[in-house]
């Protein structure tokens, strides 16, 4: 669910990929079969390795973004490539809990 399809992808003001805390969470979506780090390669203009100089665990790689092409690349890997994925413009304002049967769907 996204409130604007065409917003997928978007990055801020200053597209960056990774650094200290991000990167962990980079890591642990690409692990977890996301795309996010395999988007950051085919739009990656400047990577670098922060804190090169400290120990291994205050190093974190960091990539620098083209926005246009991270949002082209990463609408085609959410639009087009993943067939099984259904993307639906709208919000969400509740999920309904029933103990023991998960989420209950309210899709359109």
């Known amino acids: 669910v996204t ?3 065409d917003t997928i992808g978007e ?3 200053n597209p960056s990929i990774g650094g200290i ?4 969470l980079v890591r642990e979506i690409d692990a977890l079969g996301g795309v996010m780090g395999e988007v950051a390669d085919q739009a990656g203009i400047h990577f670098r390795m922060l804190n090169r100089r400290k120990g291994p665990a205050v190093r974190g790689p960091r990539g620098q973004m083209d926005r246009d092409l ?3 690349a990463m609408q085609t890997q959410m639009l087009e ?3 099984n994925l259904s993307v ?3 919000g969400v304002e509740d999920l309904l809990l029933d103990e023991g ?3 209950e769907s309210m899709a359109p």
Do not use: D
């Not at 805390?21 to 962990?24: A, D, E, N, Q, Y």
């Open 70 to 72: 991270y949002k082209a």
């Open 88 to 90: 639906i413009e709208g």
């Open 101 to 103: 049967l998960g989420i």
């Open 11 to 13: 990055l801020s003001c």
């Open 21 to 24: 805390g991000k990167g962990h």
């Open 3 to 5: 409130q604007r399809i």
């Open 81 to 83: 490539l993943h067939e």
